[in-house]
């Protein structure tokens, strides 16, 4: 059905509606508040700086509710390993924060103070430098007058040795190294690194591709961690692995080549708890080092768990008294605490409609980051034993009216071959706009990843589109996560077809409900979402128009040059490399096929999707005439960070939009 009708109000073309949210609004609410960690009643997180560069700092909130900075530009806490990052810092209490400084990716020690927490404040030189005690102006690099005290080695190669997963045991941080050899070799080890400094880090476990999830038995007598190796990635199959400490011997617990594992927290000295999607689902299990087998905590046909891309998150965390805090869903995940004893999982009353997979809990306090489709993302701390919820920071200070924002609804919609396709529709919503009779245009949103997924969570960019009278539906094409294993490999070999597919579905869906104006879809995507989008033009004349933000063009030069973590993705996603085969999937060989606009913006330091993809896609569009927008922003990389950037990107989009769907 159209929209419903607003009297009282003017008539106004689709995609001019009046709105207050600007392009700035959306990019003062990119904070991504990120990974939480909670010790006593002191917090910590992780805080983006959109306006300063898109840099991230660490903010503490103490016990009496004062929150301050821990690091002033340019210091940057971010880890690149894996070139997707994760959580870039450790609490060490009584020590201070351990955290990756992101010019060098050497771990750098922020001090504690004498309450507890640790210094910040003041603003300095270089990370590096100060690291070396070099003198640099205002204040010399220092930190809350403290200088971050450097504690691994400076590599050979700039930023040749990064840390990422950070644990703390003792006097030593123990985490994943990725060391970034000649020739492009790339090696991981699991290592132990001394607080004060002092010494070499030393090679605790290595042999395997990738490692994640470092975390030791409580007597300090074991290592327990994920790994991988080559062509895998972590959600098609893992081992969950103990090593001695004392002799370095090492076994195989649980996990292989298909089954994903993940996530190992000890229960005692000899138990694990672990998530695994043997049942089809990631499901809670428990597992004694020494056994053979696992036992269920939970079974439901629900993820407890996301897929592993960034390190360092925690989609279930202990409390104090035996039970578990989870998350658990499909598509958004809801908090609940269980027994481990009995299987019962009770949740709590809350306002949240999902939660990002990064728990963190001391005692019956529990952190995590919380969000609603009317609740921006916030840093949420929660007594487990009262139930008292108390918001710390929101990633939006300032909400607009709600009436300005669309109210998501979750639909399923039938692709090729009775294929069920989960999505999310956003229709227009302006209280001071008449729409009349006539159907919207609509933009079908397609998510990264390939293997990530879409959420309810409040999205300032999608409200910017939508109360202008652009509708949006967010496919979760099969492939995505949050629904299952069988789901999640209906993209194993078929990745431009069954992607492909999904997004169209999703748009012939809304012209068969009557929601919008069959000649006024258009669709757009960042990444692998971008390779949908360009494949889908070349697939489909239903849409006008599209905007590909880092997309993939073409399938050998991709495996030839991106990074590491995802250098044999492609033989999962399509197959081995094979020209013909390539050829009938990827959008650089097809493009004879678009004759709609597009918009390709890239970042010119993108690891993960070199800009050569874009420049040629947008070549050969040219070479035919089709209406094709190139822009290349200087200084960012796969995902733009810097404000001004991100102000650009969207007045480019929306101005393309308007262009596409004027009447």
């Known amino acids: ?112 103070d004498s309450s507890g927490g640790a210094q910040g404040g003041a603003s300095g030189g270089s990370g590096a430098a100060a690291g070396r005690g070099a003198a640099g102006d205002s204040g010399n690099g220092r930190v809350g007058g403290v200088a971050p005290r450097v504690i691994t080695p400076e590599p050979e190669t700039p930023s040749g040795l990064r840390y990422a997963d950070l644990t703390i045991h003792g006097d030593e941080v123990w985490c994943v190294q990725e060391h970034h050899a000649e020739h492009g070799k790339v090696i991981r080890s699991i290592v132990s690194i001394p607080l004060c400094g002092e010494g070499e880090p030393r090679q605790r476990v290595a042999g395997s591709d990738f490692y994640a999830f470092p975390t030791i038995s409580p007597d300090g007598e074991h290592l327990a961690y994920i790994c991988w190796d080559h062509p895998r990635m972590p959600w098609v199959g893992t081992e969950l692995r103990v090593t001695s400490i004392a002799d370095g011997g090492s076994w195989r617990v649980t996990g292989g080549a298909t089954e994903s594992v993940l996530a190992p927290q000890w229960k005692d000295d000899l138990t694990l708890y672990l998530i695994s999607d043997r049942s089809g689902w990631w499901n809670l299990e428990q597992a004694g080092i020494h056994d053979t087998s696992t036992q269920p905590l939970c079974p439901a046909e629900e993820e407890f768990a996301w897929p592993l891309a960034e390190l360092g998150g925690a989609p279930y965390t202990s409390l104090g008294d035996g039970r578990l805090a989870v998350l658990h869903g499909r598509g958004d995940m809801r908090l609940a605490i269980l027994d481990p004893r009995t299987g019962v999982l009770t949740e709590p009353d809350l306002p949240y409609d999902g939660w990002v997979p990064c728990l963190s809990a001391d005692g019956s306090t529990l952190c995590g980051i919380a969000y609603g489709a009317a609740i921006p993302r916030s840093v949420v701390r929660m007594d487990t034993v009262t139930g008292r919820v108390e918001g710390l920071r929101r990633d939006i200070g300032e909400l607009p009216d709600i009436a300005y924002l669309p109210v998501p609804r979750s639909v399923e919609i039938q692709s090729r071959f009775g294929r069920r396709v989960h999505a999310y529709v956003y229709p227009p919503a302006n209280p001071a706009v008449q729409t009349g009779d006539a159907a919207p245009p609509y933009v079908v949103f397609v998510h990264g990843g390939p293997t990530s997924h879409s959420t309810t969570e409040l999205d300032l960019r999608k409200a910017f589109f939508t109360s202008r009278g652009i509708g949006i539906i967010d496919v979760n094409y099969g492939g995505s996560t949050g629904y299952g294993r069988v789901y999640r490999d209906h993209l194993r070999g078929r990745w431009g077809v069954v992607d492909v597919e999904d997004t169209i579905a999703a748009a012939e869906w809304l012209l068969s409900d009557g929601l919008a104006d069959p000649e006024r879809i258009a669709i757009r995507g960042g990444s692998a979402g971008g390779w949908t989008t360009m494949a889908a033009c070349c697939a489909s004349g239903l849409f006008c128009g599209g905007v590909s933000i880092a997309g993939v063009s073409a399938l050998a030069p991709l495996a030839a040059s991106t990074h590491d973590f995802e250098s044999r993705y492609v033989e999962w996603l399509v197959g081995p490399e094979d020209p013909l085969l390539y050829a009938s999937r990827e959008p650089l060989a097809r493009c004879g096929q678009i004759d709609c606009p597009m918009l390709l913006m890239q970042g010119q330091d993108d690891p993960v999707v070199p800009p050569a993809q874009s420049e040629a896609f947008v070549a050969a569009l040219t070479e035919r005439g089709v209406p094709c927008t190139y822009l290349a922003f200087e200084d960012e990389s796969h995902g733009f960070r810097k404000a001004e950037t991100k102000i650009a990107a969207l007045a480019a989009e929306l101005a393309f939009y308007q262009q596409l769907f004027r009447t």
Do not use: K
């Not at 990019?27 to 992780?46: I, K, M, Q, T």
């Open 1 to 112: 059905m159209p929209p419903e009708r607003t009297s009282g109000h003017p008539a106004l073309p689709f995609g001019a509606w009046p709105s207050p949210i600007s392009t700035s609004d959306v990019v003062r609410a990119g904070l991504r508040l990120s990974y939480p960690a909670v010790h006593d009643e002191d917090v910590w997180w992780e805080e983006d700086r959109p306006a300063e560069g898109g840099r991230r700092t660490i903010v503490h909130r103490a016990a009496d509710g004062t929150r301050r900075e821990l690091l002033s530009a340019p210091w940057d806490a971010r880890t690149r390993v894996h070139e997707y990052g994760g959580r870039s810092y450790a609490v060490a209490p009584g020590v201070g924060v351990v955290f990756a400084n992101h010019s060098d990716q050497r771990l750098y020690v922020v001090p504690a």
